[in-house]
């Protein structure tokens, strides 16, 4: 998420609006990647001529004018000194000494132990939980460069970002930018942010469960979700689905030259693992890796927001909309380690440009606003956290079987 745009298109003769100023609507129509948009003050601009100079780089503001909790983070975000100061990139060198650097020597000793000491069941076991562990660490890097939070060039950010989630992971920039996007700006929004879309396998939130249960919709049994959960969650999430969506995003889309770097990553590992285990026994490997990095991925990301409001549009202040879909997981050296320092989610949601490193200078300047004008602030233990993402998906469950049982 870069900065600023401007209009580019009149508006049509007659037609009431200002001048190149879209309804949301009108941006779901005009959804190819030629069309790029920015919202301010609850009007949408199309902005695709100067994200034509800057690909990829536009953020989604939605700061909506007239009332004092917006207008005062409006005040605190880009003007105040305190807060600029950490929105500045990180340094190479500092970036050079963290990650990246942990993650090829995750890699390195991984592939190395099991070349020396043989493949054997403990070894493989402790090969995969290093893979795992550096696979999901570079999640959360590749995160800081789709955000445009490492280097100060966004140019120099979005070829990183291709190397470490293409090379590194396997994955798609293009995808991860296309869903992560529609998040920030919408989180939480039915039909608006895709993290919520759970393809009818699970219900969410309070008025989604009474919707399908008034109109006697049953793909699942709902009420036993918080138990299926534990099945088809954390065990499925990337090595299937989002594995199917990424390869079938690319190749439909003809998206090449992030198709090239996922295949990258494939030819690398295969052409260190096939001579160890096979080309079976490396596609195992493989997938367990994927199978004990999507645990870690969904508890981390869904603790923050499944427990929090999930409705559809309500039109609320930007403020106000980021707060009641995001929660706090506390600090501690391993929360921050294990969440890559997305434990501190309302800050990232507030300044998703800040390097993950600054989100606690700024916490207490966040929760003091918050607290100012009433809107909540909400932090969980971590264990806390977890708990929640199963307790509300049985309240869901819940209202979703009382709904359906109703005549």
């Known amino acids: 998420m870069g900065g600023g745009g401007q209009q580019t298109e009149p508006a049509e003769p007659g037609s009431g609006k200002a001048e ?242 996922s295949m990258s990553y494939y030819f690398r590992y295969f052409y260190c693992y096939t001579p160890l285990y096979g080309f079976l026994g490396s596609l195992a490997l493989m997938t367990f890796v994927r199978f004990l990095e999507s645990h870690w991925f969904v508890w981390v990301t869904q603790m923050n927001h499944i427990p929090m409001e999930i409705e559809y549009e309500k039109n609320q202040d930007w403020l106000t909309m980021q707060l009641q879909a995001t929660c706090n997981i506390e600090q501690s050296m391993f929360n921050d380690w294990f969440s890559g320092h997305l434990n501190f989610q309302i800050e990232h949601h507030l300044f998703p440009m800040m390097p993950r490193h600054n989100y606690h200078l700024v916490a207490d300047r966040a929760r003091a606003l918050c607290e100012k004008h009433g809107v909540p602030y909400e932090t969980k233990s971590l264990w806390r956290g977890m708990a929640d993402v199963v307790s509300s998906l049985k309240t869901s469950g819940d209202l979703w079987l009382d709904a359906y049982l109703h005549k």
Request: one cysteine or more; aromatic letters at 14%; proline letters at 5%.
């Open 20 to 261: 190149g100023v879209y309804t949301w609507e009108e941006v779901q129509m005009h959804s190819s990647r030629n069309d790029q948009w920015l919202v301010v003050n609850r009007k949408v601009y199309n902005i695709s001529q100067w994200a034509k100079r800057h690909p990829g780089g536009f953020r989604v503001i939605s700061h909506y004018a007239g009332e004092d909790a917006t207008e005062a983070f409006t005040a605190f975000h880009p003007d105040l000194k305190f807060v600029q100061k950490f929105l500045k990139p990180l340094l190479v060198g500092e970036l050079a000494a963290t990650e990246p650097s942990q993650d090829r020597k995750k890699n390195a000793l991984a592939w190395l132990m099991v070349m020396y000491w043989g493949t054997s069941w403990t070894m493989t076991l402790l090969c995969a939980g290093m893979l795992a562990t550096s696979q999901a660490q570079a999640g959360w890097l590749q995160h800081d460069f789709g955000h445009l939070s490492v280097f100060k060039k966004s140019k120099w950010n979005h070829l990183v970002h291709k190397f470490v989630i293409g090379h590194l992971k396997g994955a798609s920039a293009n995808w991860w930018n296309h869903r992560h996007f529609q998040h920030h700006a919408k989180p939480n929004i039915f039909k608006k942010d895709p993290d919520v879309n759970m393809l009818d396998v699970f219900v969410l939130g309070n008025t989604q469960p009474v919707e399908y249960g008034i109109k006697k919709i049953k793909h699942m049994p709902y009420n036993h979700q918080h138990k299926y959960f534990f099945l088809v969650g954390p065990p499925l999430l990337i090595p299937i689905y989002f594995h199917m969506q990424i390869m079938n995003t690319m190749i439909t889309r003809r998206d090449w030259v992030d198709f090239a770097w």
